[in-house]
């Protein structure tokens, strides 16, 4: 994939970091390379213990790498301690200063870079306007709720205006409707501020809704970089295929080219049309259940399955199939489609898989 | 500029470096002012001793340990026990011993009330109880001495009522320096017995009850042992302060009813024989000690013990 | 008549509500004697002549009593505050830290005046004292406070470390990302934050230190008299009211600053 020309804002180059030594080391982070652009919304995703949270710490300048470097807008800062990054933080916890109040918090970063009183006060009145909490400026920080703490957090680590702001999964501890409300206003301010946003999470769906480009972490390393479509659509590999959606992964064997990056694949049953480049004779072909169509009459090219489960989920209808071979297979269907009483458990169905949408994966094929 | 890696290790070091001189000027002065003459006792304890107090340095000498239960008759060439000393050694013993159970038969209840009090009463309670403990024992001490002395109120009440028609002597006997002794330390045992009560998962009770048992053997199976650790350590707390007790039984017990605090002192001043007063003062560390060693072998095979 | 049925309460147990009221009654009883016969105006210590003053006017007039009164206060204020200080630093640097070598080694040395009989400690820097005062013939207050100091340090140390412990380190990192140094960090954050501990750790050394006889008995030098080793002195002698007026005297500022500590804790 080739860059469109922009300004790096964040850059790595060979990170590592390991924790302790001998036997008992852990490598935490292995080879991390990731370009971040300014004005970026970037988020690290994967599991917990992928190392997201320790790239992010390694960027704030907490913890020092083993090996790499760290370069803001080009120049080295994998050396310098945190006070002298430009660059802030969003905690998980808020770390919310308890002996000061919410203005007094919005202004201790610029305090601490020795602005003039009336300076602080204007830039503080300015961040209160817009986290939209002017009239709680002089509340003590446990007198807020939970999605003002976020808010006064938030301000807190825009007011310097850094170069970079990091989120260390900032949205995980509000409940889920402020959670949503709290993603629109995350994009907005981002949008405002034209800071670079680092967002750290494990929640897939907040990734794909939130970022403009996602950076796929699993073991210390990135697996993918790129925007919520393509790694929808076009995952890297099984753990990615796995992580960020449902998928139904099967092997079959390639059969020849069938057009420009479209290969024939023969599932035991049938052949399919996949997109992608396969490293091999075998290759694993990923199908969203979502690109699944439920027919009821064998056609060609359709598989064989046998309903399991059928659970209806509001908006739509979730299949619990059986391939011929006992495979276990997921589709989706929106309820609207009159089908849905003809889905009874036991009936042999044949699946038909949207043109285009197979996917074959790269990487390791256990 | 130098690699990241390097300049963790020294800020590594340099935390390292810090930590040190932080913790230098407390434990320099503990050194100086605490454990430090410890070792030097030991020493002074196997030296001759001087003819005026104090101890002839560089001639060494295991008189002063022998003379801790030994003594040496020149005329007749003959050793004896010192009786005097295994008495007061016995005394203080049997008086610590004594006050710690005392301790706990009134101090467990106690603990175990307040233990079961409302959150809000259960913080009067406690507060309640840590006054004492934090006030002067001299002043506490000089309390009791006002009860009993012989115009004390003790003696004015059973007159006034009839009981007695001269006063008792309670004061400068062993009763008095075993009454001031709980007094004294009564808080040290219901502080701990208390918060292991409040840790205690009062659900277990109710679980007894369900299976039939009665209130005793509620108590005796299932309270006692879950607070066990908090008895061991309001019974050490009470224990070792009481048997190294000075003050209490020299003003309660008078110069006959000596414990071993008395005796050490004694060798300091009327004594004059400082390798007996230093080998004394080991002596009674050393039983300090033992029973430290007993409560940390007690509490540290009970913390890895899941339940309880 | 039916009698009511009583609700059972599995926490209660027969008759250790008395026991717990008596323990009360116990623990105060002597002490609100010893208050009350301050306030006799006869020299009895056990008949009751009525109400009066006098023997606060007459311990205020005697200047022994003063001059001991106030050197307890100066000699608990001095080593409190040196023992704060110093048990400040040392919590900073034992806790919250990962383990290192030496940590439970510092940790005991920390401790070790709780463990010793207060006797012994006092024999032993008896010893090492008067050694010293002959040698350099200083026989100033400097022993005192070294000795008061040393012991204060673990009840300083106390609970200033449990204060420690329960503070987040999220909080001083969270100012290190805002520009504030390593020391900025201290002042504006670890510092206000540890402060009620710290309050609390120089309340209980002062209280500690105003209440230790038996170490300041065998140390002080001549001149060097404090309130309770004047009040042990008295003891052999005819006692008045007068040396219970001192030792109420004695009384209040444990009461207050325990009260106090109390509430701290309280609060947090």
């Given at each position: 994939?080739?860059?469109?020309?922009?300004t790096?804002a964040?850059?790595?180059?060979g990170?590592a970091?390991?924790?302790g030594?001998?036997?008992?080391?852990?490598k935490?982070?292995?080879?991390?390379n990731?370009d971040?652009?300014?004005?970026?919304?970037f988020?690290?995703?994967?599991p917990?213990?992928?190392?997201?949270?320790?790239?992010?710490r390694?960027?704030?300048g907490?913890?020092?790498?083993?090996?790499?470097?760290?370069?803001?807008?080009g120049r080295d800062?994998?050396?310098?301690?945190?006070?002298?990054?430009?660059?802030?933080?969003v905690?998980?916890?808020?770390?919310?200063?308890p002996?000061?109040t919410?203005?007094q918090?919005?202004?201790?970063?610029?305090?601490m870079?020795?602005?003039?009183?009336?300076?602080?006060?204007?830039?503080?009145?300015?961040m209160?306007?817009?986290?939209?909490m002017?009239?709680?400026?002089?509340r003590?920080?446990s007198?807020?709720?939970?999605?003002?703490?976020?808010?006064?957090a938030?301000a807190?680590?825009?007011?310097?205006a850094?170069?970079v702001?990091l989120?260390?999964?900032?949205?995980s501890?509000?409940?889920?409707k402020l959670?949503k409300?709290m993603?629109?206003e995350?994009?907005?301010?981002?949008?405002?501020?034209?800071?670079?946003?680092?967002f750290?999470?494990h929640?897939?769906?907040e990734?794909?809704a939130?970022s403009d480009?996602i950076?796929?972490?699993?073991?210390g390393?990135v697996?993918?970089v790129?925007d919520p479509r393509?790694?929808?659509?076009?995952?890297?590999?099984?753990?990615?295929?796995?992580?960020?959606?449902?998928?139904n992964?099967?092997?079959?064997r390639?059969m020849?080219a069938?057009?420009?990056?479209?290969?024939?694949?023969?599932?035991?049953?049938?052949?399919?049309?996949?997109?992608?480049?396969?490293?091999?004779?075998?290759?694993?072909?990923?199908?969203?259940?979502?690109?699944v169509?439920?027919?009821?009459?064998s056609?060609?090219?359709?598989?064989?399955a046998?309903?399991?489960?059928?659970?209806?989920?509001?908006?739509?209808?979730?299949?619990?199939?059986?391939?011929?071979?006992?495979?276990a297979?997921?589709?989706?269907?929106?309820n609207?489609?009159a089908?849905?009483?003809?889905?009874?458990?036991?009936?042999?169905?044949?699946?038909?898989?949207?043109?285009g949408?197979?996917?074959?994966?790269g990487?390791?094929?256990? | 500029?130098?690699?990241?890696?390097?300049?963790?290790r020294?800020?590594?070091?340099?935390?390292?470096?810090r930590?040190w001189?932080?913790k230098?000027?407390?434990?320099?002065?503990?050194?100086?002012a605490?454990?430090?003459?410890?070792?030097v006792?030991?020493v002074?304890s196997?030296m001759?001793?001087?003819n005026?107090?104090g101890?002839?340095?560089?001639?060494?000498s295991?008189?002063?340990?022998?003379?801790?239960?030994?003594?040496?008759?020149?005329?007749?060439?003959?050793?004896?026990l010192?009786v005097?000393?295994l008495?007061?050694f016995?005394?203080?013993?049997?008086?610590a011993?004594?006050?710690?159970?005392?301790?706990?038969?009134?101090g467990?209840?106690?603990?175990?009330?307040?233990a079961?009090?409302?959150?809000e009463?259960?913080s009067?309670?406690?507060l309640?109880?840590?006054?004492?403990?934090?006030?002067?024992l001299?002043v506490?001490t000089f309390?009791?001495m006002?009860?009993?002395?012989?115009?004390?109120?003790?003696?004015?009440?059973l007159?006034w009522?009839?009981?007695i028609?001269?006063?008792?002597?309670?004061?400068?006997?062993?009763g008095?320096?075993?009454?001031?002794?709980v007094?004294?330390?009564?808080?040290l045992?219901v502080?701990?017995v208390?918060?292991?009560?409040e840790?205690?998962d009062?659900?277990?009770?109710?679980?007894?009850?369900?299976l039939y048992?009665?209130?005793?053997?509620v108590?005796?199976h299932?309270?006692?042992?879950?607070c066990k650790?908090?008895?061991?350590?309001?019974?050490?707390l009470?224990?070792?302060?009481?048997?190294g007790?000075?003050?209490?039984?020299?003003i309660?017990g008078?110069?006959?009813?000596?414990?071993?605090?008395?005796?050490i002192?004694?060798?300091?001043?009327?004594?004059?024989?400082?390798?007996l007063?230093?080998?004394?003062?080991?002596?009674?560390?050393a039983?300090?000690?033992?029973?430290?060693?007993v409560?940390?072998?007690?509490?540290a095979?009970?913390?890895?013990?899941?339940?309880? | 008549?039916?009698?009511?049925?009583?609700?059972?309460?599995?926490?209660s147990?027969?008759?250790f509500?008395?026991?717990?009221?008596?323990t009360?009654?116990?623990l105060?009883l002597?002490i609100?004697v010893?208050?009350?016969?301050?306030?006799?105006?006869?020299?009895?210590?056990?008949i009751?002549g009525?109400?009066?003053l006098?023997?606060?006017?007459?311990?205020?007039?005697?200047?022994?009593?003063v001059?001991?009164?106030i050197?307890s206060?100066?000699?608990?204020l001095?080593?409190g505050?040196?023992?704060t200080?110093?048990?400040?630093?040392?919590?900073?640097a034992m806790?919250r830290?990962a383990?290192?070598?030496?940590?439970t080694?510092?940790y005991?040395?920390?401790?070790?005046?709780?463990i010793?009989?207060?006797i012994?400690?006092a024999?032993s820097?008896?010893i090492?004292?008067?050694?010293?005062?002959a040698?350099?013939?200083y026989?100033?207050?400097g022993?005192l406070v070294?000795?008061?100091?040393?012991?204060?340090?673990?009840f300083?140390?106390?609970?200033?470390?449990a204060?420690l412990e329960?503070m987040d380190?999220?909080?001083?990192?969270?100012?290190?990302?805002?520009?504030a140094?390593?020391?900025?960090?201290?002042?504006?954050?670890?510092?206000?934050?540890?402060?009620?501990?710290?309050?609390?750790?120089?309340?209980?050394?002062?209280?500690?230190?105003?209440?230790?006889?038996?170490?300041t008995?065998?140390?002080?030098?001549?001149?060097?008299?404090?309130?309770?080793?004047f009040?042990?002195?008295?003891?052999?002698?005819d006692m008045?009211?007068?040396v219970?007026?001192?030792?109420?005297?004695?009384?209040?500022?444990?009461?207050?600053?325990v009260?106090?500590v109390?509430?701290i804790?309280?609060r947090?």
């Amino acid at each position: 994939m080739t860059d469109t020309p922009r300004t790096s804002a964040i850059r790595t180059e060979g990170l590592a970091k390991t924790y302790g030594k001998g036997s008992s080391a852990f490598k935490a982070l292995r080879e991390v390379n990731i370009d971040i652009a300014e004005n970026e919304f970037f988020t690290l995703l994967g599991p917990s213990g992928c190392g997201k949270t320790t790239l992010l710490r390694l960027i704030a300048g907490f913890d020092f790498p083993t090996e790499g470097q760290i370069l803001l807008h080009g120049r080295d800062i994998a050396a310098l301690p945190p006070f002298q990054r430009p660059i802030n933080t969003v905690f998980q916890n808020y770390a919310l200063f308890p002996h000061m109040t919410v203005a007094q918090n919005i202004g201790f970063g610029l305090k601490m870079l020795g602005w003039d009183k009336a300076r602080i006060g204007a830039r503080v009145a300015e961040m209160l306007r817009l986290v939209r909490m002017e009239p709680m400026a002089d509340r003590a920080t446990s007198a807020i709720s939970g999605g003002q703490q976020q808010r006064v957090a938030l301000a807190r680590a825009l007011a310097p205006a850094p170069k970079v702001l990091l989120l260390d999964e900032p949205l995980s501890a509000l409940d889920y409707k402020l959670r949503k409300e709290m993603q629109i206003e995350l994009k907005r301010l981002q949008h405002e501020t034209g800071i670079t946003f680092v967002f750290v999470t494990h929640d897939q769906e907040e990734a794909l809704a939130m970022s403009d480009r996602i950076a796929v972490m699993n073991r210390g390393q990135v697996l993918q970089v790129g925007d919520p479509r393509t790694i929808y659509n076009a995952p890297a590999d099984r753990f990615v295929a796995d992580f960020i959606g449902e998928s139904n992964l099967l092997t079959g064997r390639v059969m020849g080219a069938a057009g420009p990056g479209v290969h024939r694949i023969a599932l035991d049953w049938a052949e399919i049309l996949a997109l992608g480049q396969p490293d091999g004779a075998e290759a694993l072909v990923m199908i969203r259940p979502e690109h699944v169509q439920v027919l009821f009459a064998s056609t060609e090219g359709a598989l064989p399955a046998t309903i399991a489960e059928t659970v209806f989920v509001g908006t739509e209808t979730r299949l619990h199939l059986r391939l011929s071979d006992g495979v276990a297979f997921i589709a989706l269907l929106p309820n609207a489609d009159a089908t849905s009483e003809r889905l009874e458990q036991g009936r042999d169905v044949w699946l038909s898989v949207a043109p285009g949408t197979a996917r074959i994966l790269g990487g390791d094929h256990g | 500029m130098a690699d990241a890696a390097e300049v963790a290790r020294r800020y590594q070091a340099a935390a390292a470096r810090r930590r040190w001189i932080l913790k230098a000027p407390a434990l320099l002065t503990i050194l100086l002012a605490s454990f430090g003459p410890l070792a030097v006792m030991l020493v002074y304890s196997v030296m001759e001793k001087g003819n005026y107090g104090g101890v002839a340095f560089g001639q060494f000498s295991l008189d002063g340990w022998t003379a801790v239960f030994f003594k040496y008759d020149p005329f007749d060439e003959t050793t004896s026990l010192v009786v005097a000393n295994l008495t007061v050694f016995l005394r203080s013993i049997k008086l610590a011993l004594v006050t710690t159970i005392a301790a706990l038969l009134v101090g467990f209840p106690t603990a175990y009330f307040i233990a079961t009090r409302p959150a809000e009463s259960r913080s009067q309670w406690l507060l309640l109880i840590t006054i004492p403990f934090w006030t002067n024992l001299l002043v506490r001490t000089f309390a009791i001495m006002g009860l009993l002395s012989n115009q004390g109120l003790v003696n004015n009440a059973l007159i006034w009522s009839g009981v007695i028609d001269k006063p008792l002597q309670m004061l400068f006997t062993d009763g008095a320096v075993l009454a001031g002794l709980v007094y004294v330390y009564l808080p040290l045992m219901v502080l701990p017995v208390y918060a292991s009560l409040e840790r205690m998962d009062f659900r277990l009770v109710e679980a007894g009850y369900d299976l039939y048992a009665t209130r005793w053997k509620v108590l005796r199976h299932i309270v006692i042992p879950s607070c066990k650790p908090g008895l061991i350590a309001g019974s050490i707390l009470v224990f070792i302060p009481a048997i190294g007790a000075y003050v209490t039984p020299r003003i309660l017990g008078g110069g006959k009813n000596m414990m071993m605090g008395n005796l050490i002192e004694l060798q300091f001043g009327q004594g004059r024989n400082w390798p007996l007063g230093a080998a004394l003062s080991i002596t009674l560390l050393a039983i300090v000690t033992v029973a430290l060693v007993v409560y940390i072998r007690n509490t540290a095979g009970k913390g890895g013990a899941h339940g309880h | 008549m039916a009698t009511k049925p009583q609700a059972f309460d599995p926490k209660s147990q027969p008759g250790f509500g008395f026991v717990a009221g008596a323990t009360i009654v116990a623990l105060y009883l002597p002490i609100i004697v010893l208050v009350a016969f301050a306030f006799n105006a006869t020299s009895s210590l056990g008949i009751w002549g009525g109400l009066s003053l006098n023997w606060f006017i007459k311990a205020w007039n005697n200047q022994q009593i003063v001059d001991a009164a106030i050197f307890s206060l100066w000699l608990a204020l001095v080593a409190g505050a040196l023992a704060t200080m110093m048990a400040t630093l040392a919590a900073l640097a034992m806790t919250r830290t990962a383990p290192y070598r030496g940590q439970t080694l510092a940790y005991a040395l920390i401790n070790q005046p709780l463990i010793v009989p207060e006797i012994v400690t006092a024999i032993s820097l008896l010893i090492v004292f008067s050694a010293v005062k002959a040698t350099t013939g200083y026989s100033g207050a400097g022993y005192l406070v070294l000795a008061h100091t040393a012991f204060c340090i673990p009840f300083a140390y106390l609970p200033i470390r449990a204060r420690l412990e329960g503070m987040d380190l999220t909080f001083e990192t969270a100012a290190a990302d805002l520009y504030a140094n390593p020391w900025k960090t201290f002042l504006h954050i670890t510092l206000p934050g540890m402060f009620p501990g710290i309050l609390a750790g120089f309340m209980l050394a002062f209280v500690v230190s105003l209440d230790d006889v038996v170490i300041t008995e065998l140390v002080k030098s001549g001149g060097q008299e404090t309130l309770p080793t004047f009040m042990l002195g008295q003891v052999r002698r005819d006692m008045t009211p007068e040396v219970n007026a001192a030792a109420t005297l004695l009384l209040i500022p444990s009461i207050l600053l325990v009260t106090a500590v109390h509430l701290i804790n309280r609060r947090k």
